[in-house]
């Protein structure tokens, strides 16, 4: 009787955030179908996250915070990768070329480019191995182009083209930290237990397994 008089006292005198902080630390499984996932929230306010899916790796690390009802989690320091603008110069007559450099292992037809013209239009593609090259439209030139990688959601800057230089443009494509969440107060929904939040165009649900 004397240990539940105690217990009961602990609970009544720890403040509701921190019960539910404390319910929430152990690590969650997130598999689904074509996709393996695992969360681990420690007591002391760290996260440890992983995700496997197709050829997309993901890892993160860093400090989680319970607020208003759902678990924040907040990376430790990323650099993200990005795209360099590397030059312009005159394409073959009636062609608009774009050229992309990327670290070995890293295939360009994981990437996209879109231009977008004057008059709002826009047209792009998948990038080959030999970049991309589309006809111009001497009627209604692209004014500005942009780089995408859509397996980690990565957009580029929009970057402006000068038509008095030409219409071949060469980019250069920087990992640095590609494969690290960069997560910044990513809010996962709490539901009966479970940690839910969307990632990649996918719902996952993270049940405590530990």
Request: net charge negative; glycine share 10%; charged share 25%.
């Amino acid at each position: 009787m004397r240990i539940m008089l105690v217990t009961l006292a602990m609970a009544i005198a720890m403040p509701a955030s921190a019960q539910d902080r404390a319910a929430l630390v152990g690590v969650y499984d997130g598999h689904q179908t074509e996709m393996g996932a695992q969360l681990s929230l420690t007591a002391d306010g760290r996260f440890e996250y992983g995700l496997v899916y197709g050829a997309l790796d993901e890892a993160g690390q860093g400090r989680w915070v319970v607020k208003d009802g759902r678990v924040l989690l907040t990376s430790d320091p990323v650099t993200p990768p990005r795209f360099v603008f590397t030059g312009q110069k005159p394409a073959p007559a009636g062609a608009l070329r774009l050229s992309l450099e990327a670290p070995k292992g890293i295939s360009l037809q994981y990437f996209d480019a879109v231009f977008t013209s004057a008059r709002g239009a826009t047209k792009g593609g998948q990038l080959t191995e030999d970049g991309l090259s589309l006809p111009l439209d001497a009627a209604d030139p692209p004014v500005s182009v942009r780089l995408f990688l859509p397996m980690f959601e990565l957009a580029g800057e929009v970057v402006p083209i000068d038509p008095a230089k030409g219409y071949g443009l060469s980019f250069r494509f920087e990992p640095n930290d590609i494969g690290k969440a960069d997560f910044r107060e990513t809010a996962l929904t709490i539901d009966k237990g479970d940690l839910v939040f969307d990632r990649f165009g996918r719902t996952i649900r993270f049940r405590k397994v530990e």
